[in-house]
């Protein structure tokens, strides 16, 4: 079975805190992505980073880093010194095998507050 | 040059209407999306075309039909519309869909349903 657990979910900061969303996620798959998206309050959907099983190099992008544990399932997200733009919904999800195609499994997010 | 666009922003209707939720995306892509999001804000795939064909069709009621004009296009249409149907509709689109590779999906707007 196929499974995405964000186990937090309210998350609030003060600014220039740095906080970390876990994503912890199940899958049989040997191959498989891993995506995390973000939703401010404006409610569009956005991309922030896809990620393959077989690469497990952390990335970083300006404040935000990414941590994939293949040992723990774990695939983390970082924002370092936060800001209140940064407050939103933050979706981590899987793309799995469903047969003939693939499709994507949602975590319940994390909604984040940075507060000034 | 909005990649994926939906229309309308903002659906107010009675229940038991007709109505129709469409989204275009000027991306190139092979493969369009329906999801829906929920008041707790879970998202769920409802269909799937790849050039114009259906590939993923989730369990939802006959009374959601979409259809594919051509493969920038994917309309959503709703019958007999329930209170139970009050949602935020996404669409999204990826460059394909294939086991071999998990494409990033890039969603739109959303469109915002109330059902009275």
């Known amino acids: 079975a196929q499974k995405v657990t964000q186990a937090q979910t309210e998350i609030s900061v003060v600014e220039k805190e740095d906080v970390t969303l876990d994503c912890v996620y199940e899958t049989r798959d040997t191959t498989y992505y891993l995506f995390w998206y973000k939703q401010p309050p404006s409610g569009e959907l956005v991309f922030l980073i896809r990620?393959?099983?077989?690469d497990e190099q952390n990335e970083i992008s300006g404040r935000y880093s990414w941590n994939f544990q293949k040992s723990t399932s774990s695939f983390n997200f970082t924002i370092t010194a936060s800001q209140v733009v940064d407050s939103a919904v933050y979706f981590c999800a899987l793309s799995y095998n469903a047969g003939n195609n693939r499709k994507l499994i949602w975590g319940l997010g994390t909604s984040l507050a940075v507060n000034p | 040059d909005t990649a994926v666009s939906q229309t309308p922003k903002y659906l107010v209707t009675q229940m038991g209407n007709d109505k129709s939720i469409k989204c275009e995306q000027n991306?190139?892509?092979?493969?369009m999306y329906w999801y829906k999001q929920d008041s707790k804000k879970f998202l769920k795939i409802m269909f799937s075309?790849?050039?114009?064909?259906?590939?993923i069709n989730e369990t939802v009621p006959n009374r959601f039909s979409p259809k594919s004009p051509d493969k920038a296009h994917l309309n959503l249409h709703i019958n007999s519309l329930e209170l139970g149907d009050s949602a935020v509709y996404f669409c999204a689109s990826s460059q394909d869909n294939s086991l071999e590779k998990a494409e990033t999906q890039y969603f739109g707007p959303g469109t915002r349903l109330l059902v009275l």
């Open positions: 990620r393959n099983s077989f």
């Open positions: 075309y790849n050039n114009k064909e259906l590939i």
């Open positions: 991306l190139g892509h092979d493969t």
